[in-house]
C-alpha cells in the first residue's frame, strides 16, 4: 500500500457540524470549542458560514465569531459564502479565507437556481474578484461529484466541466465534497487519479460524508493516489440539510487514529480531539458518530489486561 507520510486535516465541525443540530451553540462555546481544536493542532479550520441566518440559524454568529478569534499565526480560518454578500461580511469582520459551492447534480442545480453547475461557476467571477482586490484567499467546492440522489453516479465529463469552470474564473484550490455519502473507493481513487493528471495547475481538498460507512476507505482510496488534503468532524457531527439521509460526516479522531496506526503524520492530537468531541457529546446531549471516542484508542489497550 502506497501512503502519504504525512497529511492535512481541516476541522469542519463547527460548520458543517453544527448547521443540522437542533440546538444553537451561544458565541462564547464556540469560541472557546474553537480555541480547543486549535490547541489541538489542526492547521486549518472551518469556522462557520455566511449564509443568511434565516436559512442556517446555527451560523448567525460567524461574523461575532471570527472578530473574537482575530488572526491565528499559523492556522487557516475559513468561511463558506454563497454570494458576493458573503465576501463583504468576511472583510467586515476580518475573514481570510472563504470557501464557494455548486453542486456537481445538474438537475439539483437547474430545479433550485434555474441554472447548470457552469453557469453558477461563471456567476462567481464578482465574488473571486472582490475577494482578490481584498486581499482575502479563495477556494471552490464541487458537491456530490461522485453521485447524486437524483441521478446516481455523476459523469466523470460534468465534474471535469465544474472544474474547468472554476479555473476560468481564477479559482484552483477545489475540494470534491461527498455530501450525498455515495462514493466508493475504486471510484474514489480513479477520479482522484483523474483530476491530479489533468488538472495538475489545481490543489484539491476530500470532504466525505459517512452515510454508508464508506469515509474512511474513500480516505485511503484517495490517499493512495496521492491526495493529501482531508476535512473531518469532531465526532463525526454533521450532514447536509439539503440532501436526503445525508448523515455526519467522517469523525476527526477516526481519522487522526487511524493515520497515527499507519504511520501518517497529521499533526493533530487525537487525546485532545477526543475531549473536544466529549465535551460536543454533553452539549448537544445525544451519542456522536465516532468509533474512538466509544471503544478507545487501539494503544489504549496494550498492556491493559495481563
Given at each position: 500500500?502506497?501512503?502519504p507520510?504525512s497529511v492535512?486535516l481541516c476541522?469542519v465541525g463547527?460548520r458543517d457540524?453544527l448547521?443540522?443540530?437542533?440546538t444553537?451553540l451561544?458565541t462564547?462555546?464556540?469560541?472557546e470549542?474553537l480555541r480547543g481544536?486549535?490547541d489541538?493542532?489542526f492547521?486549518v479550520i472551518?469556522v462557520g458560514?455566511?449564509?443568511h441566518?434565516k436559512?442556517?440559524p446555527q451560523m ?6 471570527f472578530?473574537r478569534?482575530?488572526?491565528i499565526?499559523?492556522?487557516e ?5 454563497p454570494?458576493l454578500?458573503?465576501?463583504?461580511r ?8 472563504v470557501?464557494?459551492?455548486?453542486s456537481?447534480s445538474r438537475?439539483?442545480n ?7 453547475p457552469?453557469q ?5 467571477a464578482?465574488c473571486?474578484?472582490?475577494a ?6 479563495i477556494?471552490?467546492s464541487?458537491?456530490?461529484?461522485f453521485g447524486s440522489?437524483?441521478?446516481?453516479r455523476?459523469?466523470v465529463?460534468d465534474v471535469?466541466?465544474i472544474i474547468e ?6 479559482i ?5 465534497s ?5 462514493a ?9 487519479a483523474?483530476?491530479q493528471?489533468?488538472y495538475?495547475e ?9 452515510t454508508?460507512g464508506?469515509?474512511?476507505?474513500n480516505?485511503?482510496a484517495?490517499?493512495?493516489?496521492g491526495?493529501?488534503q ?12 439539503f440532501v436526503p439521509?445525508?448523515a455526519?460526516?467522517?469523525s476527526?479522531?477516526?481519522?487522526i487514529?487511524m493515520?497515527?496506526e ?9 487525546v485532545?480531539?477526543?475531549a473536544?468531541s466529549?465535551r460536543?457529546?454533553d452539549?448537544?446531549?445525544h451519542n ?16 491493559s489486561?495481563?
Amino acid at each position: 500500500m502506497k501512503l502519504p507520510s504525512s497529511v492535512t486535516l481541516c476541522e469542519v465541525g463547527l460548520r458543517d457540524g453544527l448547521q443540522n443540530e437542533k440546538t444553537i451553540l451561544p458565541t462564547d462555546e464556540k469560541v472557546e470549542l474553537l480555541r480547543g481544536v486549535v490547541d489541538a493542532g489542526f492547521p486549518v479550520i472551518e469556522v462557520g458560514s455566511f449564509m443568511h441566518p434565516k436559512a442556517v440559524p446555527q451560523m448567525a454568529d460567524t461574523d461575532e465569531v471570527f472578530k473574537r478569534l482575530g488572526d491565528i499565526p499559523g492556522v487557516e480560518l475559513r468561511a463558506l459564502i454563497p454570494n458576493l454578500r458573503g465576501i463583504q461580511r468576511a472583510i467586515d469582520c476580518g475573514c481570510k479565507k472563504v470557501k464557494l459551492n455548486v453542486s456537481a447534480s445538474r438537475q439539483h442545480n437547474l430545479k433550485n437556481l434555474n441554472m447548470t453547475p457552469e453557469q453558477s461557476v461563471e456567476g462567481f467571477a464578482s465574488c473571486v474578484e472582490a475577494a482578490k482586490e481584498n486581499g482575502i484567499a479563495i477556494s471552490g467546492s464541487i458537491s456530490m461529484p461522485f453521485g447524486s440522489p437524483w441521478e446516481g453516479r455523476t459523469p466523470v465529463e460534468d465534474v471535469d466541466a465544474i472544474i474547468e469552470a472554476y479555473l476560468k474564473v481564477g479559482i484552483s484550490e477545489i475540494s470534491l465534497s461527498d455530501t450525498s455519502g455515495m462514493a466508493v473507493p475504486n471510484q474514489v481513487g480513479e477520479l482522484c487519479a483523474h483530476v491530479q493528471e489533468k488538472y495538475p495547475e489545481a490543489t484539491w481538498w476530500l470532504h466525505f460524508h459517512n452515510t454508508r460507512g464508506m469515509a474512511m476507505a474513500n480516505i485511503v482510496a484517495a490517499m493512495e493516489v496521492g491526495m493529501t488534503q482531508f476535512d473531518s468532524s469532531f465526532g463525526g457531527l454533521g450532514g447536509c440539510p439539503f440532501v436526503p439521509g445525508a448523515a455526519g460526516n467522517i469523525s476527526s479522531e477516526d481519522v487522526i487514529h487511524m493515520c497515527d496506526e499507519m504511520g501518517v503524520k497529521t499533526g493533530v492530537d487525537v487525546v485532545k480531539v477526543m475531549a473536544l468531541s466529549r465535551r460536543m457529546r454533553d452539549l448537544l446531549d445525544h451519542n456522536l458518530d465516532s468509533y474512538v471516542l466509544r471503544a478507545g484508542r487501539s494503544s489504549d489497550l496494550i498492556g491493559s489486561k495481563s
